[in-house]
């Protein structure tokens, strides 16, 4: 169990290790309970320690550096901007097929059988997104990567990013990058959403796909996508990535409270 959690961890990172470590724990004192086991021989094996804090939030350097250093990544490289551009989990992405975009509207539209809630989901793309999707040609049924679901090699190829970014920012003068991961992109997005661009609560949470506002009686009534909202939300936070990268002026005008 403790080399298969290694390894869990190594491939996958320590969340997916220590949630994987919980689920045979439990199962296991479910077994003891029932007479089937006489021990939990997970209960002495160590959690992975997680690094990257559920708090961390880039800031506009560390999302330039980021980005530039994706260059000639390929695959990798489209995958991760439109992670930052969009705000989605790294699955949704990575996982995406051709016909799960619609070109004409700007529109990614994700199955219920994709999404983390169970519920359809539209993504509009920004001017900036669509750019990075225009000249791209598919692989195969999934737009990235040649496997039978799509993109893999998340935790090699984030190694060599890492490193370019490192070497990037050591020859600037710059300090290190602490520790951060795909994810960190979706709380980056909400928190400058919030912060500087004035877009309302509600609207930040249907770009991330969260439905917590709609839940109990108000979900059952509203099933709006908030599809034009979103729209506006992410255009506004794709000019502000792309006035980062360009080291340009946004032309962004903040939405009034």
Known sequence: IAALLN??????????????????????????????ADAN???LTNRA?????RERVL???ELCDIWRALDGDGSYATVVRLLILTGARRQEIGS????????DRALIMLPKEKTKNARAF???LSSAAMEILSDWETQGSFLFGRSASGFK???????????????????????PILAWSLHDFRRTMSTRMHESLGVP??????????????????????????????RRALEMWGEHIMAVVESRESNIVPLRA
């Open 7 to 36: 390894k869990i961890a190594a491939n996958s990172g320590p969340a997916a290790a220590n949630r994987t470590r919980a689920s045979l724990s439990g199962f296991f004192s479910w077994a003891m309970r029932e007479g089937l």
């Open 41 to 43: 021989p997970v209960a």
């Open 49 to 53: 320690i997680e690094n990257a804090s």
């Open 59 to 61: 800031s506009d350097d």
């Open 96 to 103: 995406l097929e051709s016909g799960e975009i619609d070109f």
């Open 122 to 124: 539209e993504i509009p």
């Open 153 to 175: 090699g998340w935790s090699s190829c984030k190694r060599v990013l890492d490193g370019r970014i490192a070497k990037a920012r050591a020859a600037s003068g710059k300090t």
């Open 201 to 230: 609560p509600h609207v930040v949470e249907a770009c991330l796909g969260h439905v917590g506002h709609q839940s109990g009686v108000p979900g059952i009534y509203n099933r709006s996508q908030y599809t034009m909202e979103k």
